[in-house]
């Protein structure tokens, strides 16, 4: 008499365990990449703004301007970005200075970068 024989393989129930086991950590792969793709998408922004932002107040202090104090919105794009300067002025204690903040954003969007500086109307 010949001994019964044994098959080796997986049961329908372990198969179907695994594939929800691949399907979950696939799924939780695929979230990860989103956040990770939305986050050089947002720093690219922040970091186009941070240069309009820059660039702006580099702007200032090339044509010597002493601007009024008040707030003044121009527009300012970087790259694809059309982004909108909004500047700060300020008096300070001593009247040859200027302080001004200069805050680059999307149109009525979040600002995104802020930079501070001193203008003077010493050479």
């Known amino acids: 008499m010949n001994p019964?024989?044994?098959q080796a393989g997986f049961t329908l129930l372990e198969v179907l365990i695994a594939l929800a086991i691949v399907s979950i950590a696939l799924a939780a792969s695929i979230r990860a990449l989103g956040v990770s793709a939305g986050g050089a998408h947002?720093?690219?922004q922040r970091s186009l703004?941070?240069?309009a932002a820059e660039n702006n107040l580099a702007e200032l202090r090339l044509?010597?301007?002493f601007p009024v104090v008040g707030r003044t919105t121009v527009p300012c794009p970087q790259g694809p970005l059309a982004l909108e300067c909004e500047q700060q002025?300020?008096?300070t204690v001593n009247g040859n200075f200027r302080q001004v903040t200069v805050r680059a954003r999307l149109e009525q969007g979040p600002v995104l970068a802020?930079?501070?500086g001193l203008l003077s109307l010493l050479p």
């Open 63 to 65: 044509q010597r301007a």
């Open 4 to 6: 019964p024989q044994t």
């Open 42 to 44: 947002a720093m690219q």
């Open 114 to 116: 802020q930079l501070s």
């Open 89 to 91: 002025v300020q008096s």
């Open 49 to 51: 703004a941070l240069q």
